[in-house]
């Protein structure tokens, strides 16, 4: 790596810590483990740009010329972002993780996508066209490559380890929702047929997907792979981990997944009957969520119809509930017995100039219906600002105004 991208590394790295530094942070950190104990304090608000990082740090705008170093750039400048210019309660910790280098394989076969544009809508062929070649699917099979992630490691540690605690994390999401995977080798639309024309078979390709994902569980759990997510890591499909009840109180430092937070969703089966859900998704999501000390279900499907399914998942804790949702119904059906994890549209900030009443209004019902719950209110899936940063800083100022205004 250049000595000037280091240098742009290290400055970057400075103002993290800085920021990290600031009172505020243990503030946040306290309010988010409240929340995550379902203790009563204001509404938490986090929002994330994801797909609209590129308009707020647009790859022109970064100084690195290495490839590495200007993802670590990216990082760093996201942090400082967040901490200087969103002032929501996403606590900044003077932590750098590193993720390990390894391949993933397929599941013996691979879907192709066809994109006319970067950013917009695509489609894809899906492989497994006939049930009769179920026998070619494979469970993936991951390989790390320890002496590269070591590598980088020791880069990172020698950039900026005085400022920065660096460590090794394995980049595996707790995505276990099945239907995605699924919907991938079959196709969405497919699928639907499916649970009419080939029940049986669609079911023993649930198992095998259900299997496979226990099995890469194991594996992950076996070669210490595992890493506590019960601080400052991003669980679920929005807010944080800080809690004291994990990892399990048999701890004896090697990870297990019943130490972590585990999550599942599926989205893609908004259009089936809750029955049909539970047969076809939530079975087989159930043996992968058992494993998990606390869990989070749900992200953009609205669980309102099918909460009497999902609130038999063990250990259940955090409970997204999309724009799509009866608000209401899900304020009835969760109470205090689960964190609200609210999702305004993020269609609220995607124009160039906010409707900044409209945003009010919802914020105001949304907040007057969850009167009595556990809430955080995450903007999320997002995936442009309308070419204008300002958009997600004001959508935060807005939001700590009208939660403030509430609580008075």
């Given at each position: 790596m250049h000595a000037n991208d280091k240098a742009i590394l290290r400055r970057l790295a400075g103002q993290v810590a800085e920021l990290a530094a600031r009172p505020v942070e243990d503030e946040k950190r306290k309010l988010w483990y409240a929340v995550n104990s379902l203790q009563k304090v204001r509404p938490l608000i986090f929002c994330s740009p994801e797909n609209s990082w590129r308009e707020i740090l647009p790859k022109e705008s970064l100084?690195?010329?290495?490839?590495?170093?200007?993802?670590?750039?990216?990082?760093?400048r996201m942090e400082i972002f967040w901490g200087s210019q969103m002032n929501d309660d996403r606590v900044i910790e003077p932590i750098f993780p590193v993720s390990y280098v390894f391949h993933r394989t397929n599941w013996g076969m691979e879907e192709t996508y066809e994109q006319v544009a970067e950013r917009g809508s695509f489609r894809w062929k899906a492989p497994?066209?006939?049930?009769?070649?179920?026998?070619k699917l494979r469970f993936p099979k991951i390989t790390v490559d320890y002496e590269a992630?070591?590598?980088?490691?020791?880069?990172?540690?020698?950039?900026?380890?005085?400022?920065?605690?660096?460590?090794?994390r394995f980049s595996c999401s707790w995505h276990k929702g099945l239907s995605r995977i699924a919907a991938n080798l079959r196709g969405l639309e497919q699928i639907l047929y499916d649970i009419y024309d080939y029940p049986d078979e669609l079911l023993r390709l649930m198992a095998f997907l259900r299997d496979g994902l226990l099995a890469e569980?194991?594996?992950?759990?076996?070669?210490?792979l595992l890493f506590l997510n019960n601080r400052g890591e991003y669980v679920g499909s929005g807010g944080f981990g800080y809690t004291n009840e994990l990892p399990a109180s048999d701890f004896a430092g090697k990870v297990r997944t019943k130490d972590l937070w585990g999550f599942a969703e599926s989205q893609e089966t908004v259009g089936i009957s809750p029955a049909a859900f539970e047969e076809f998704v939530f079975q087989f999501q159930l043996p992968i969520l058992e494993r998990f000390g606390l869990n989070c279900y749900g992200c953009c499907e609205p669980l309102d119809l099918r909460w009497d399914i999902v609130k038999k998942t063990p250990r259940l804790r955090r409970v997204s509930v999309s724009p799509w949702a009866d608000w209401a119904r899900m304020a009835e059906q969760l109470q205090d017995k689960y964190i609200y994890s609210l999702k305004p549209n993020p269609a609220d900030i995607a124009l160039p100039n906010l409707d900044e009443e409209h945003i009010r209004k919802g914020l105001r019902e949304a907040l007057k219906i969850t009167e009595g719950c556990v809430l955080e209110i995450i903007m999320k899936d997002v995936t442009t600002v309308g070419n204008n940063p300002?958009?997600?800083v004001d959508w935060c100022r807005i939001a700590r105004e009208e939660v403030e205004n509430f609580s008075i």
């Open positions: 100084l690195c010329e290495d490839r590495l170093a200007r993802d670590w750039e990216l990082r760093l497994l066209t006939d049930y009769k070649d179920m026998d992630t070591e590598q980088r490691v020791q880069l990172a540690q020698e950039i900026f380890g005085d400022l920065l605690r660096v460590g090794a569980l194991d594996f992950l759990e076996e070669n210490n300002q958009n997600v």
